[in-house]
């Protein structure tokens, strides 16, 4: 029973990064306003719809143009260094996790007013990074619902080796603990359960 109970568990901890992720942020205000604190609302979820929890996010905003050269609308960290090296005008801290599953919380002061490159930044894994990248207007039209896509994050080796033995190891621990736990209930064999009194003992009185 241990063993069903900690399988899936383990099993959604093991791929809660390293799939496709489907997101979306909001800023209040919006429109921003330059020099505004905004308040942002993230939101992630795998390809089932299934809320992505513990993330590590962050976003940065950049003067450059989507569109231009070398910046990917979405990419792993190792494809971006180009991009990544540019030092953002403003980069937040990492997200909070709030109430609701799968939606981060964060804040940023707006730059002045103009067109951005928003990179949402996904680095939960410490091998790859998954790195999102959208358009983003302060001082103009209303931006409403931004979404995005983070790529798969590959796991490297020593990340597989570790969640081999989360996967394997714990479940076969737990099914070894919980076998010795019924034979230490279950009474030897040929031996008298509690309060039942053998047969041998029996022959004798009555003898």
Excluded: C
Excluded at 160 to 171: D, F, K, M
């Amino acid at each position: 029973m241990g063993l069903l109970i900690i399988w899936p568990a383990l099993l959604q901890a093991a791929g809660a990064h390293a799939t496709l992720v489907i997101g979306n942020l909001q800023f209040s205000p919006d429109p921003p306003l330059p020099g505004a604190q905004l308040e942002i609302r993230l939101r992630l979820e795998d390809t089932l719809l299934t809320p992505v929890e513990k993330a590590h996010v962050r976003i940065e905003l950049r003067d450059v143009d989507v569109g231009e050269p070398g910046v990917p609308a979405s990419a792993v960290g190792s494809e971006a260094t180009e991009f990544l090296s540019t030092e953002p005008l403003v980069s937040s801290g990492r997200f909070s996790e709030a109430p609701v599953k799968g939606t981060y919380l964060g804040r940023i002061t707006a730059p002045a007013a103009g067109a951005y490159t928003l990179s949402v930044r996904d680095t939960t894994f410490m091998d790859e990074e998954a790195v999102a990248n959208v358009s983003l207007v302060v001082g103009g039209a209303p931006n409403g619902v931004i979404d995005f896509v983070l790529p798969p994050t590959p796991i490297g080796p020593k990340s597989l080796s570790t969640w081999l033995v989360w996967l394997v190891g714990l479940p076969l621990l737990v099914g070894v603990i919980t076998t010795l736990l019924v034979l230490r209930k279950t009474p030897a064999e040929g031996e008298p359960s509690e309060g039942e009194p053998s047969e041998r003992k029996g022959e004798e009185t009555g003898g």
